[in-house]
């Protein structure tokens, strides 16, 4: 069984950075394909980033965070990372980390079988 648990998350300034990490635990994170999203209160689950498996590594990003996210994979470690700079306090929410077992990788919440619990991310002054 795939175990995916976020970390990274807290509270940061506007115009600030963190960086999350998805620790995958039960097999190697290459052979999945593995997406970034986020839950504002009172708002629908929304796709924020995505990387292909295998030695292709695609990533994917929606436009309102192009240029300013940046998602990574180290096989090594079993981990996916998404890098934020530039934070905006629409960024704020839940973000999970999912896993399919396909090798495209896709920006929407469908389909991923495996997910994190979430961690909380706040932009505020």
């Known amino acids: 069984q795939l175990q995916l648990v976020e970390s990274g998350g807290g509270l940061v300034q506007p115009g600030g950075s963190l960086r999350l990490s998805c620790k995958v635990s039960?097999?190697?994170?290459?052979?999945?394909?593995i997406g970034w999203f986020r839950q504002a209160p009172g708002k629908e689950r929304e796709g924020v980033s995505c990387?292909?498996?295998?030695?292709?590594?695609?990533?994917d990003y929606i436009e309102s965070v192009q240029g300013r996210f940046t998602i990574s994979r180290d096989n090594a470690k079993n981990t996916v990372y998404l890098q934020m700079n530039s934070l905006k306090p629409e960024d704020t929410g839940v973000y999970y980390c999912?896993?399919?077992?396909?090798?495209?990788?896709?920006?929407?919440?469908?389909?991923?079988?495996?997910w994190g619990q979430g961690i909380q991310v706040t932009v505020s002054s």
């Open positions: 039960g097999s190697a994170v290459l052979y999945y394909a």
């Open positions: 999912a896993a399919d077992y396909t090798p495209s990788c896709r920006v929407v919440a469908v389909g991923y079988d495996y």
């Open positions: 990387i292909s498996s295998g030695g292709d590594g695609r990533t």
